[in-house]
Structures are given as C-alpha cells and as structure tokens.
C-alpha cells in the first residue's frame, strides 16, 4: 500500500511539473519580446514663428492647411544596431508590431519608412551616418547655369519623397518571460513648401512651367534629423493658375540645420536661397525669371510658404491657328535625366 501512494505522488509531481513548464509552441512568452507601436506626426512645415496655422487663408494659398500634410506611409523598416558591431533588419506595419528579440541584448533601434521612390538611403549600416538623400534629376537648357555657378555645381535634384523616422538608444535587454512595450513616435525628415509665382499680366500666354530652389540641403541624417551640409538644387513642375504658377515642393530644408524639434538648438545662416522659373510660352519662346528668397527661407527653414509677385509677360502673341503648338525640343525643355533608386519591399520573414 505504501509503495502505491509513493508511485502515485510521483506520477502526480512528474505530471506537474511537465504541465507547468514552458514550450515555446505553447507559450509565446518563454521568449523575450517587443510589443512596438507607433504614432505619426504628420506635419508638412514646422512653425518657427510664422504661425501659419493660427492665420492660414485657403483661398490665398488654394490649398486648406489640412490638404498638404503628408499621408502614414505602407511600412517601416526595423534596423537593430548591437553592443558587438552586429546589425539586424526587420520590417513592421504603419501601426507596428510584436517581435521576438534575444535575450538580456542591449541594442539602439532606427525605424524609418522605406516606401520612397526619389530618396537614396545611404550608409545605414553606420547608425551614426545613416542619411537619406534625394535622387539626381539633370535639366537641359541654360535656364539653371547661373545657379549652377551659385552653388558651385551643387547637383540638381528631385524634390524627396516624405520620410519619417525615429530613435531608440540604448533600448534596455529583454527578459524571457517579458513582453516589452515600445512606443515611437515617427516624425517627418522632409517638408513642403509651397511656392507660388505671382503674375502682374501675362499667364494667359503661359503654356508650361518649372521652377528651381537653389541652396537647400542635399540630405538629412536619419538618428539625429539634422541636414546635411551640402546645398543642392530642387528642380520641379508648377501648374499653371488663372493668376499665377503655383508647385508644392518637398525638401529637406536648409543645409546643417540642427531641427528644434528633434531636441536640438536652431542656428541661423548665412546661406542664400534663390528661385527660378522658367515659362514656355504659346507661340514657343521661353522666359525665365530668378529671386533671391533668403528672407523667406530662412524664416521658414522647414517648410513653409514661399510668394513671390509681380511678374510680368508682355507683348507676346499667340502664333496663327496654323502654327499653333510647340516644336519638340525647344530649348530643351524636357529633362535629360531623372535617376530613380527603387527599394525593396518589405521582406516576407516575420521577424
């Protein structure tokens, strides 16, 4: 009888011990995790001191306010930088995502979205220099060679695509058993501005236009959101308005700008800004206009709005209904170049 109740509390501690241990097929948690959520700030221009929110008129600017802010992208890549030199990559939702990470490892996290079209990602594997910059777009005709010589042959650009970004350091170690909740907030790396071409008289003999906006930064760093220090060139489209030409550039912003709102001291410039257009008339001439916008920019180092008035066309004709149209070709008016970086998609793995 004795050795029965002994083989009975055995078989009862053997079993209890087997039901209340863990596997990982039936308990998610033995292994260490990062619950990771995200917010987006979805901001086109930062306010130092503008306040174009408080006095924002939509028929001046023909936009609401609400209309330029840029959407949540599709997704967002994970990059784990470790004590020992190792990097890992992974890939998350627009709202985030649970995903297991090794045990009690110390480690420093960017996020970034990587759904962009005119953007270079540069030097990632390097926490530190990880930057995103635009794509290279090349512009036939002389309409840009006094910029050019400005900038010292800064390379001309397309405006970037939105990116957004954030930052963990140090992210402590995680232990089995624990499920570490990590909130992010994303906030935008490039901002629009919105650029409008003022006319006096004359935009009913416009048939085109283009611009360019010389001396803002080349990049931006991803850690940091401070820009690079490097001026390039933005080439872009207008469309054309009743009274004016009107374009909603993305930048970067001004060159080596320490962004306020990524905890970091604004500094002034001695940079200078220049605006270009140039117009493609209905009986195929072109004309081009420049203006300093060092005020305005520098006001406005993170997007904004940029005005400029008073522009006249006078004395042009429309060619005879036999000659109307444009001849290909014309000044070069097409671009020569557009460069285009194409990302890779998210990756199936489900890290």
């Given at each position: 009888m004795r050795s029965s109740l002994k083989h009975i509390l055995l078989t009862a501690l053997v079993m209890l011990v087997?039901?209340?241990?863990?596997?990982?097929?039936l308990c998610y948690d033995h292994f260490p995790a990062v619950d990771l959520g995200f917010t987006?700030?979805?901001?086109?221009?930062?306010?130092?001191?503008?306040?174009?929110?408080?006095?924002?008129?939509p028929v001046l600017y023909r936009y609401e306010y609400d209309e330029l802010r840029p959407p949540v992208p599709d997704w967002v890549k994970i990059v784990m930088y470790f004590e020992d030199g190792r990097i890992?990559?992974?890939?998350?939702?627009?709202?985030?995502?649970?995903?297991?990470?090794?045990?009690d490892e110390k480690c420093s996290i960017l996020f970034y979205n990587g759904d962009t079209e005119y953007i270079i990602l540069e030097d990632v594997a390097s926490l530190n220099d990880a930057r995103a910059t635009a794509t290279t777009r090349s512009r036939g005709g002389s309409a840009l060679q006094e910029m050019r010589e400005m900038y010292n042959s800064?390379?001309?650009?397309?405006?970037?695509?939105?990116?957004?970004?954030?930052?963990?350091e140090e992210v402590e170690g995680v232990k089995n058993h624990e499920v570490r909740s990590l909130a992010m907030k994303m906030q935008p790396l490039v901002f629009t501005y919105l650029i409008s071409f003022e006319f006096e008289c004359g935009i009913e003999y416009v048939y085109d236009?283009?611009?360019a906006l010389g001396?803002?930064?080349e990049g931006v760093y991803l850690r940091t959101g401070v820009?690079?220090?490097?001026?390039?060139?933005?080439?872009?489209?207008?469309?054309?308005?009743?009274?004016?030409c009107v374009s909603q550039v993305r930048s970067f912003g001004i060159?080596?700008?320490?962004?306020?709102?990524?905890?970091?001291?604004?500094?002034?410039?001695?940079?200078?800004?220049?605006?270009?257009?140039?117009?493609?008339?209905?009986?195929?001439?072109t004309k081009e206009f420049n203006f300093d916008v060092t005020d305005q920019i520098k006001n406005q180092p993170r997007g904004g709005v940029i005005r400029v008035d008073g522009i006249k066309i006078e004395g042009e004709v429309n060619p005879p209904p036999s000659e109307a149209g444009f001849v290909v070709g014309v000044d070069d008016w097409g671009d020569d170049v557009i460069e285009v970086n194409l990302p890779l998609g998210p990756s199936t793995d489900n890290k």
């Open positions: 087997t039901c209340t241990s863990c596997r990982k097929e987006w700030e979805q901001e086109w221009e930062r306010d130092y001191g503008m306040h174009h929110t408080a006095g924002w008129d890992t990559e992974g890939f998350a939702s627009p709202e985030g995502k649970k995903f297991e990470v090794s045990a800064s390379r001309t650009t397309n405006s970037p695509d939105v990116i957004f970004s954030a930052y963990a236009a283009r611009g001396g803002m930064a820009t690079t220090d490097q001026p390039s060139i933005i080439l872009f489209d207008c469309e054309i308005h009743p009274d004016a060159p080596a700008f320490p962004d306020s709102y990524f905890g970091r001291t604004q500094h002034d410039s001695d940079n200078r800004f220049t605006l270009n257009l140039e117009v493609r008339l209905k009986n195929g001439k």
